[in-house]
């Protein structure tokens, strides 16, 4: 597709159970990132992934938040034992210059947790 | 005190409007500074990237860093009911995780016709 794409646009789950979430980032792009928008809030800095290299996680707020990318195409997003404060947007974004500073944004994942 | 101070606002300005944002900071280390524009349930897009102190033009959109002040400021001119959005300002250092972006919280804006 032509730009990223986040799935589901949706999720409500019960406080406890694991989610995963995933974002397919723009072809060619090597860097990618999760950061988390809670209502009201800016956007929090989760992970970061660039090309090859060791991901950055010092954004994850607990060791029930995990990611993985497989080489430079999808990632996923997993929170195990979700609890109703992971309730927010989870958005993903991709770049090729980070130079220009430049993020291209999915439209996000709401996370509803009861 | 956060990184990154930004009024979340809401801010109502009527149609044709000039509009001021602005955003401080206390890192004095920040040397990208960016505007993001995010409307109602969708990702944020990049308006305008500053590197240096001083102004930066793009259309109706103005970019204005302060570093002596760590102050920065987008202003829209003649504003159209289309501007009706959030502007996240968003920075970051030179030698840090270029992953990492600090985002204000972001004011919301609307232009009414």
């Known amino acids: 597709g032509a730009g990223v794409s986040q799935s589901p646009s949706n999720k409500v789950t019960e406080k406890g159970k694991d989610v995963e979430l995933r974002c397919d980032p723009i072809?060619?792009?090597?860097?990618l990132y999760w950061y988390r928008q809670r209502l009201g809030q800016g956007l929090e800095f989760l992970i970061y992934?660039?090309?090859?290299?060791?991901?950055?996680k010092s954004g994850l707020p607990s060791d029930r938040f995990s990611a993985e990318r497989t080489g430079e195409s999808v990632s996923t997003l997993t929170i195990q034992r979700t609890q109703q404060e992971d309730s927010a947007v989870y958005l993903c974004?991709?770049?090729?210059?980070?130079?220009?500073?430049?993020?291209?944004f999915g439209e996000g994942s709401r996370l509803t947790v009861l | 005190q956060k990184e990154v101070e930004q009024d979340p606002g809401p801010l109502s300005v009527p149609e044709g409007a000039i509009v001021s944002l602005n955003c401080t900071y206390s890192n004095s280390a920040f040397q990208y500074f960016m505007w993001y524009r995010q409307y109602s349930r969708k990702g944020p897009e990049l308006l305008m990237y500053?590197?240096?102190?001083g102004n930066k033009e793009d259309g109706r959109f103005t970019a204005q860093v302060d570093k002596s002040s760590k102050y920065i400021s987008l202003f829209i001119r003649d504003s159209q009911p289309s501007d009706s959005a959030t502007y996240l300002c968003?920075?970051?250092?030179?030698?840090?995780?270029?992953?990492?972006?600090?985002f204000g919280k972001g004011t919301k804006l609307s232009v009414k016709p």
């Open positions: 968003a920075m970051r250092d030179y030698g840090g995780s270029q992953g990492n972006l600090i």
């Open positions: 500053t590197y240096s102190s």
């Open positions: 992934f660039q090309g090859n290299s060791a991901p950055d």
């Open positions: 974004a991709s770049s090729h210059d980070l130079n220009k500073g430049e993020l291209f």
């Open positions: 072809s060619g792009h090597t860097a």
